[in-house]
């Protein structure tokens, strides 16, 4: 099949990128040509990956995966001035959509890129479905200058595809159930994602010591992240350790603020967002791989990060709220993750200091978490639903 996919893509930093991008190269390895029309390029700094076009290029676009991106040179003068994201998006998707005469719209995140995709419906006549994420359906769908347009687009999508805990919102929206595609679980791809990844090179940063355990953060930089507890707690350790944060945002300084004032500076190496392709080294370079979010605005959150880690192997350290959201009953705390509930400092403090005392605790919960993780994850299912998703859509329209 012939995909247009419409969404976030890396340069862009975030879950719905790396969700995006992993499945565009699960289907291209499967055969199917998938073209992506994206904004990526046109991402702000602070949310922007590093990626080196010598090295990274064949990644960025793997087998039969092609990219396309607006323009963010585009010299637009019209008063009063925006960037018109939808209309380019829009504008391009059509274009890719005739010139390769694709079969079906995969839009994902209705803000821009659901509304792009449902202009490009109507002008290719191509059947659309609708992705989205937590954040534009519990920040952005409640906004008023926002909600009806996006209750249309849902409504006008040929398949929505959802979770279960959203079913009765889409219904009471009028969409109609035969429309709704249950997407059980996103999945990590295991050929990536495993225990034998070679580590990232962490020698060439002159803060880093061989000796000592790598405590690592991946994600935003952010107040219910559990990155500033996690900072807290490690500036009462005397052990010594390194500190690998792999994040950045608006609010970085902040971040390095709290870290020289902890006085953790000689400890910690920031790198910034990485690609979702980096990610398996970063994780295996890891004694641990600490996610404590707490208190996050959005129940329905769950992460794909903590089964990113689970795969490769490495020690999870998660906060009790995201383990409350992991369904499956073979996730146990100290058997194949620990369980830390980020509030109880003196608890969370003793947890983390029990890991830089002992690796081999770690490395017994990471060994474990594999076991579990070839258990649960189901790639190649993942990739079979998408397609019998794409088969479906074909169908409608005849």
Request: charged share 20%.
């Amino acid at each position: 099949m012939k995909i247009c996919f419409i969404g976030k893509y890396p340069p862009i930093e975030g879950g719905e990128s790396s969700k995006l991008y992993w499945l565009a190269r699960g289907l291209g390895d499967k055969g199917h040509i998938i073209h992506v029309v994206t904004n990526a390029l046109e991402v702000e700094n602070e949310y922007r990956e590093k990626i080196c076009e010598n090295i990274d290029l064949d990644s960025y676009q793997p087998n039969n995966v092609y990219i396309h991106n607006t323009n963010p040179f585009l010299d637009l003068q019209f008063i009063p001035f925006n960037n018109p994201y939808i209309a380019k998006l829009a504008n391009l998707s059509i274009e890719v959509i005739r010139n390769y005469n694709l079969q079906i719209i995969d839009s994902w995140y209705i803000l821009p890129y659901c509304i792009s995709g449902y202009i490009a419906k109507i002008f290719t006549h191509k059947p659309q479905i609708l992705r989205h994420a937590g954040s534009d359906l519990n920040r952005l769908f409640f906004n008023r200058d926002l909600n009806t347009i996006f209750t249309e687009i849902i409504k006008a999508a040929d398949i929505v595809v959802t979770y279960t805990s959203r079913l009765k919102q889409f219904i009471e929206l009028g969409v109609s159930e035969s429309n709704i595609f249950m997407n059980k679980k996103v999945s990590v791809n295991p050929e990536f994602f495993n225990p034998n990844v070679k580590p990232i090179d962490l020698s060439k940063f002159k803060k880093f010591n061989p000796r000592y355990p790598v405590i690592t953060y991946i994600g935003k930089f952010g107040y219910t992240k559990g990155i500033i507890e996690l900072l807290f707690v490690l500036s009462q350790i005397k052990q010594n350790f390194n500190l690998l944060l792999v994040t950045g945002g608006k609010n970085l300084n902040i971040l390095k603020k709290i870290i020289n004032e902890y006085k953790l500076s000689p400890k910690t190496i920031i790198i910034g967002f990485v690609p979702p392709w980096k990610i398996p080294s970063i994780i295996k370079a890891s004694t641990c791989v600490v996610h404590a979010e707490n208190e996050f605005p959005i129940s329905s959150h769950s992460p794909i990060l903590p089964y990113e880690v689970m795969a490769v192997g490495s020690c999870l350290v998660l906060s009790e709220e995201l383990y409350k959201k992991r369904k499956s009953e073979k996730i146990k705390n100290k058997e194949n993750i620990i369980v830390v509930n980020p509030k109880n400092t003196e608890n969370f403090k003793n947890i983390i200091q029990s890991i830089i005392e002992n690796p081999n605790i770690a490395e017994k919960i990471g060994k474990a978490a594999n076991k579990i993780s070839l258990q649960i994850e189901d790639f190649e299912n993942y990739i079979t639903q998408t397609e019998y998703l794409y088969e479906s859509a074909l169908k409608r329209q005849k």
